[in-house]
């Protein structure tokens, strides 16, 4: 699994010109599932994420995490995180997982996140 991890003041997903997904300060978090990767792995990285003091303090300085702030999470599924290129021009996703394999590991990740931040996770549409 990998994930860019951005923060944001606000963040949406628009797909097909709807709305689906909306979120004040916290984290936007783009997530590419691997076909390795383990509904081990998916709690893993939800839980990591919850504690990465990446958020600013009073001070201005990152010490808090999402948690901490009380903040929302956006997540979006990116299977071009996995892209190969070492080689030619073209990129490779022969890593990504199939959406077969993909969509439960999405969802569970996106279930470990909310229990752990005690809120709602707000998503994209997988595939879109």
């Given amino acids: 699994m990998r994930a860019v991890i951005q923060r944001v003041s606000e963040a949406s997903v628009v797909v097909e010109d709807e709305k689906v997904a909306n979120i004040q300060q916290g984290l936007l978090v783009l997530l590419g599932i691997e076909i390795e990767d383990t509904k081990e792995d998916a709690d893993w990285l939800a839980n990591k994420i919850s504690a990465l003091r990446i958020l600013s303090d009073s001070e201005g300085k990152m010490n808090n995490s999402i948690l901490d702030v009380d903040g929302d999470v956006i997540v979006v599924s990116q299977f ?49």
């Fill in 80 to 128: 071009t995180l996995h892209a190969k290129t070492k080689k030619g021009n073209r990129p490779s996703y022969i890593k990504s997982a199939r959406p077969e394999q993909a969509i439960p590991l999405y969802d569970q990740f996106k279930k470990e996140l909310s229990e752990v931040i005690g809120k709602q996770v707000q998503s994209g549409e997988f595939g879109a």
